[in-house]
């Protein structure tokens, strides 16, 4: 019984945590990003296994979090609210070249992020040339360049 | 039906047979995981099991899971001290025994019994905390010195 309690305490307080962090956390990895990421399964996984070093209780706890995984999905699908809170939602954060500031100070991205993804994604050189830059449900940033037809 | 031009090894059909089979193996995660939390694999109230018998009352989990701690109590109604009790060598062969409370007096090996002396007042209550050291099915017998003896059926998962 522990198994299952355990793995679903887990899995929990893990989406809570993460959802509280917001989704630019662990969008950009950098190598300290990674390295917090190692810590937070080891320390994951010492509350997970406990003393016990059994099958059975790996595959308790392995199926309990897929399962539990199955069923928040599940649910998303039923459930617009229940799927906004669980992946959040898009933002456009610059509009027709324009720099939606707020929203990105609120978001914690600066125009540098933009900017970047911008170059990355788009080739682009300068702010003015985006027609559209979203902040994703996964911490993304996706840019949509101005055509010609929209100069 | 879907009629395309992409060149693509794709098969609807199985598809769907995956998909159908997927959904049967949720109702078995389920089905696992409901099991599990009434005590099936160890912990909860199906696993707790207490048996009787001249004056030895044995507490402990009828499902335990190999090398993980389980704890069994004897309730031990004796007239006179210290506590005597012997329990079964084959059981106690098969699990490494990490505490008991209280400590015993003195263990002497008689044959296949293991014969426990504990002091105490009243009724005496030993609780040893042990990991199993195998799985399968386990069978430990304890009795009181010249009494019947009480058995009890552990299921240890692997």
Do not use: C
């Not at chain 2, 004056?55 to 109604?77: D, N, V």
């Not at chain 2, 025994?97 to 005496?124: C, D, H, K, M």
């Not at chain 2, 609780?127 to 009795?143: D, I, K, M």
Request: no cysteine; proline share 3%.
């Amino acid at each position: 019984m522990d198994a299952v309690l355990r793995a679903a305490a887990v899995y929990i307080f893990l989406l809570v945590v993460f959802r509280i962090a917001g989704e630019r956390t662990m969008a950009s990895m950098t190598t300290f990003d990674f390295v917090l990421l190692l810590i937070i399964a080891e320390a994951t996984q010492q509350a997970l296994i406990g003393d016990d070093f059994s099958l059975t209780k790996m595959m308790l706890v392995i199926v309990t979090l897929i399962g539990i995984d199955i069923g928040i999905s599940l649910l998303k699908d039923r459930s617009r609210l229940f799927h906004k809170v669980i992946e959040g939602v898009p933002l456009i954060i610059v509009e027709d070249g324009r720099v939606l500031d707020d929203r990105m100070r609120r978001a914690r991205i600066d125009l540098e992020d933009v900017l970047q993804a911008a170059r990355e994604r788009q080739g682009l050189e300068r702010v003015d040339q985006i027609k559209y830059a979203v902040l994703e449900r996964t911490g993304e940033i996706s840019i949509i360049p101005n055509t010609r037809s929209d100069r | 039906m879907i009629r395309s031009q992409l060149e693509i090894d794709a098969d609807v059909h199985f598809q769907r047979r995956v998909w159908t089979g997927q959904r049967i193996g949720w109702f078995f995660f389920a089905g696992l995981i409901i099991t599990a939390l009434l005590g099936f694999f160890g912990g909860g109230p199906v696993s707790r099991a207490s048996v009787q018998g001249s004056g030895l009352g044995i507490e402990y989990e009828r499902f335990a899971r190999f090398q993980k701690s389980t704890q069994i109590r004897l309730a031990l109604a004796v007239a006179g001290h210290p506590a005597q009790v012997e329990l079964s060598r084959r059981y106690f062969d098969a699990v490494q025994i990490e505490q008991i409370t209280p400590e015993p007096l003195a263990v002497e090996s008689a044959n296949e019994w293991l014969i426990y002396q504990f002091s105490g007042r009243g009724n005496v209550l030993v609780t040893f905390r042990l990991r199993p050291q195998r799985f399968g099915s386990l069978t430990g017998t304890a009795r009181l010195a010249g009494a019947q003896p009480v058995q009890f059926r552990q299921f240890i998962y692997p």
